[in-house]
């Protein structure tokens, strides 16, 4: 399985920002996908998961269940992050994430950056 992330980039705080994560893969849609987040000396956090079935779960960023949004398009191995109300403490690399659960491995994309400044 690889991963692949794009959209990061520089957004204003407030802002909103769209990440998204190709995966080649014939079994995507049975793995779980998502999204986790590191800052500089700070250790890798989750930020939201989605199953199979779209049920999805947070990590304890502040409002992430507000701010946060994790989708995923089954028929294009596309995994997504919806970005709102970008604080100055979101700022991270952002790493796109895939388990398959049956065989217990987990995947990583290589990350992308997302920088809140104004």
């Known amino acids: 399985v690889q991963l692949v992330e794009s959209g990061g980039g520089l957004v204003q705080p407030g802002g909103s920002l769209r990440l998204s994560c190709a995966a080649s893969?014939?079994?995507?849609?049975?793995?779980?996908v998502g999204w986790y987040r590191q800052a500089p000396g700070k250790q890798r956090e989750l930020v939201a998961t989605?199953?199979?079935?779209?049920?999805?779960?947070?990590g304890g960023i502040v409002e992430g269940r507000l701010r946060f949004h994790v989708s995923r398009e089954n028929s294009r191995n596309m995994v997504y992050l919806y970005m709102n109300s970008l604080k100055p403490e979101d700022p991270a690399v952002y790493y796109c994430y895939a388990a398959d659960w049956i065989n217990f491995l987990d995947y990583w994309g290589q990350g992308t950056q997302v920088t809140v400044s104004s």
């Open positions: 893969t014939s079994i995507f849609s049975d793995l779980i």
């Open positions: 989605i199953s199979s079935g779209g049920d999805t779960t947070f």
